[in-house]
């Protein structure tokens, strides 16, 4: 047993018999199917076929065809000895335009796999919008118009009415700040628009969504399930100043509102030269304000800012993607510095020591409010041979997380699980397939299932809650 490695490679940790082991995927990265039994675009199907928008111009039409095989998935799940599983709804396959008439075939679908995560006793936690906005809201405005958050209201509701006896953790929304900043602000996700004031309307309203379709929840579902959302957090290090106008664009513009019921004030000042906020209304900010039961959090890498002087070039090193166009709103001066390695295939550096930053920060700015990793994993250059992926740097990757959660664990924070991103190899939005970050290898030719080596790692961790020692 080894604790307090400086590197992060402690072994024979123990986790608590109620932390949560479990994987995570999402709809439209998996499921493929995107013509079947009445589901239509979302803007990533529009997105996807946007020339130069996707890598190899990839898009989700067949993904790991989980709509089809998701039996064998879930049976995967089981022999993995996982806990939970973390995945999401497709909205467009459950209102097809947005608005209005119900598809009962996408409703059933989702059944189906609840009922089999239940009888396979796995916990089912659901994420109601994973990205996948059904086009014809865009078309209407998109998230920067008010209405698109009344439409989520509606369809949380549909969803908790169909769902709600036997769903454990509903989730409204993964990662809010992808949805706003880089949907509309760097454009480099669906649907692609670069505009400031557009990607903090779309930050708004998708807080009020959140809010709205907790309560949506709340009026429909028959158990005592817990309520949650999902935050990937950005841990800034380096001046002050640059980190302090990160935290707030990247970070407070959510649990501000979400957590404290009120947009931070060095937020509104610093985007003030785009927008006053008018568009937040009276009792928006006690509408967002909802009890979580659980925090989702979500963790890959940290980032290093300092306050570009205006001379030189300024360096926008900030692993989101090739775009001119800043996902950063009001923070105009802020650069991106390169980080040391080593790192992962996305170039995202490897720093265990930020999840433990992150998850004490969080527990000294909401002291009562228990978390949940809800996704940390990594891609690598993974190859297949004889049938096995040897993928040791994800073992490894896997390994230094785990250790900082556990400190994390040990220093008082309430984390109530894990959630590996990802269960299956999938499409990775811009980078299409050419990025794997899952602990199971799919072959996109013959869509056949490989658990690799850090999928069998962390069958052991989940089933023993002991971290293995090396090369155990
Ligand atoms: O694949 C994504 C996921 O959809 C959201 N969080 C980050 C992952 C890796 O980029």
Request: net charge negative; glycine share 10%; proline share 6%.
């Amino acid at each position: 047993m080894t604790t307090g490695s400086p590197d992060y490679r402690d072994s024979g940790l123990v986790f608590p018999e109620s932390f949560l082991f479990g994987s995570a995927t999402a709809s439209y990265q998996i499921e493929g199917a995107a013509q079947e039994d009445g589901r239509r675009p979302s803007i990533w199907d529009t997105f996807a076929r946007t020339p130069g928008k996707v890598r190899n111009g990839e898009n989700g039409d067949v993904a790991d065809d989980h709509y089809h095989r998701w039996e064998q998935d879930l049976d995967l799940l089981t022999e993995l000895g996982l806990g939970a599983y973390r995945f999401s709804i497709a909205w467009p396959r459950i209102q097809p335009t947005g608005s209005g008439a119900v598809n009962q075939a996408g409703l059933d679908f989702y059944s189906r796999l609840v009922d089999g995560l239940l009888t396979r006793g796995i916990t089912p936690i659901v994420t109601l919008y994973h990205w996948d906005l059904p086009q014809p809201l865009e078309d209407a405005g998109g998230w920067p118009v008010r209405e698109t958050a009344y439409r989520f209201q509606e369809y949380a509701g549909i969803v908790g009415a169909a769902l709600g006896d036997r769903v454990a953790t509903w989730t409204t929304l993964n990662e809010p700040w992808c949805s706003a900043f880089l949907g509309y602000g760097s454009g480099v996700h669906a649907p692609g628009r670069t505009e400031p004031l557009g990607a903090l309307r779309a930050a708004h309203h998708l807080n009020l969504a959140h809010g709205l379709g907790i309560q949506a929840l709340r009026g429909v579902v028959a158990n005592d399930p817990d309520y949650s959302v999902t935050l990937n957090f950005t841990v800034a290090r380096g001046e002050e100043e640059a980190v302090r106008q990160i935290d707030a664009v990247a970070n407070r513009v959510f649990t501000g509102p979400m957590l404290r019921g009120a947009y931070p004030e060095d937020l509104l000042a610093d985007t003030a030269p785009v927008t006053d906020w008018s568009f937040v209304q009276d009792g928006d900010l006690e509408d967002i304000s909802q009890k979580l039961d659980v925090l989702g959090v979500n963790y890959y890498n940290t980032a290093r800012v300092a306050l570009w002087d205006g001379s030189g070039e300024k360096q926008m090193a900030d692993n989101h993607g090739e775009s001119t166009a800043s996902p950063y709103p009001g923070a105009d001066r802020v650069q991106f510095l390169p980080q040391p390695g080593p790192y992962t295939a996305m170039g995202w550096n490897i720093a265990p020591d930020g999840m433990e930053e992150l998850l004490l920060s969080l527990r000294d700015q909401f002291p009562e409010q228990p978390l949940m990793i809800t996704e940390n994993g990594a891609a690598f250059e993974d190859v297949i041979e004889d049938g096995r992926v040897h993928d040791a740097e994800r073992v490894d990757y896997l390994r230094r997380h785990f250790t900082a959660a556990h400190r994390a664990l040990e220093q008082g924070v309430d984390l109530r699980g894990y959630q590996v991103w990802s269960l299956l190899d999938n499409f990775e939005w811009a980078y299409g397939y050419s990025k794997r970050f899952g602990i199971v290898h799919v072959d996109y030719d013959t869509l056949k299932r490989t658990p690799k080596d850090s999928a069998l790692w962390y069958s052991e961790l989940a089933r023993t809650r002991r971290l293995p020692e090396a090369g155990e």
